[in-house]
Nanobody, 115 residues
Framework: QVQLAESGGGLVQAGGSLRLSCAAS????????MGWYRQAPGKQRELVAT???????NYKESVKGRFTISRDNAKKSVYLQMNSLKPEDTAVYYC?????????WGQGTQVTVSS
C-alpha cells in the first residue's frame, strides 16, 4: 500500500519561509506526477504546484516567483520551498502523486501565515 507523508508545515510570519517535504512509502517504482495542493477553510482544494516525471512544472499563478517545487525520484519525494509567504497562503497543504490512473494523497500539513 502506497502512503504519502508530509512534513514541514507550521506557523510563520508574513514574509517568512517554509519548506514542505513529502515522502512516499510502499511498493511502487515511480510516479508520473507529484505535487502539492492546498485547501483553505471554506474553500475548495486547489493546485499549488506539480512536477512531472520529465521535469515539467506547473504553478498556481499567485505563487509563481515565491514557491519552488522539486522532486527526488530516487527517494520518491517531492518538496515545496515557500518564500515570501502571505496570509492568503494559509491552508492545509496536501501532497499528491499519480501513477497511471491512480491518485495518492497525503494527510495534509497545516501552514499558517500571520500578518
Amino acid at each position: 500500500q502506497v502512503q504519502l507523508a508530509e512534513s514541514g508545515g507550521g506557523l510563520v510570519q508574513a514574509g517568512g519561509s517554509l519548506r514542505l517535504s513529502c515522502a512516499a512509502s510502499g511498493i511502487i517504482s515511480s510516479f508520473n506526477d507529484m505535487g502539492w495542493y492546498r485547501q483553505a477553510p471554506g474553500k475548495q482544494r486547489e493546485l499549488v504546484a506539480t512536477v512531472t516525471n520529465s521535469g515539467s512544472i506547473n504553478y498556481k499563478e499567485s505563487v509563481k516567483g515565491r514557491f519552488t517545487i522539486s522532486r527526488d525520484n530516487a527517494k520518491k519525494s517531492v518538496y515545496l520551498q515557500m518564500n515570501s509567504l502571505k496570509p492568503e497562503d494559509t491552508a492545509v497543504y496536501y501532497c499528491y502523486a499519480r501513477r497511471t490512473i491512480r491518485n495518492y494523497w497525503g494527510q495534509g500539513t497545516q501552514v499558517t501565515v500571520s500578518s
